[in-house]
């Protein structure tokens, strides 16, 4: 299994970036799929996941109403629009695939993950 997220970049307070994630090696559109981060000197922390069929989202209270997951199980692309960024978004974004069957914010029940992209916001 191989997840390549892609995206990220440098972007004013209040801009907007859409993270992409690509993946291959198994049956994409019965996993769950999740949104992670980690800042310089803090440990990873969840973003939003998204489940199998896409009916189900959720997502960290610190980008609830500002970010917004999606999947495309037909090419087989996650992804995340990030608006109104703040300099506290700013971090190293992975993407990642569950195990089957969960669906979760927990980074323990996630067991492939991309390499991740930087997002950089200037306030």
């Known amino acids: 299994v191989q997840l390549q997220a892609s995206g990220g970049g440098l972007v004013q307070a209040g801009g907007s970036l859409r993270l992409s994630c690509a993946y291959s090696?198994?049956?994409?559109?019965?996993?769950?799929l999740g949104w992670f981060r980690q800042a310089p000197g803090k440990e990873r922390e969840f973003v939003a996941a998204?489940?199998?069929?896409?009916?189900?989202?959720v997502y960290a209270d610190s980008v609830k109403g500002r970010f917004t997951v999606s999947r495309d199980n037909a090419k087989n692309r996650l992804y995340l629009q990030m608006n109104s960024l703040k300099p506290e978004d700013t971090a190293v974004y992975y993407c990642?695939?569950?195990?089957?069957?969960?669906?979760?914010?927990?980074?323990?029940?996630?067991?492939?993950w991309g390499q991740g992209t930087q997002v950089t916001v200037s306030s």
């Open positions: 990642a695939t569950a195990k089957a069957g969960t669906y979760s914010s927990r980074s323990y029940d996630y067991d492939y």
């Open positions: 998204i489940s199998w069929t896409a009916i189900s989202t």
């Open positions: 090696g198994r049956t994409f559109s019965t996993y769950s």
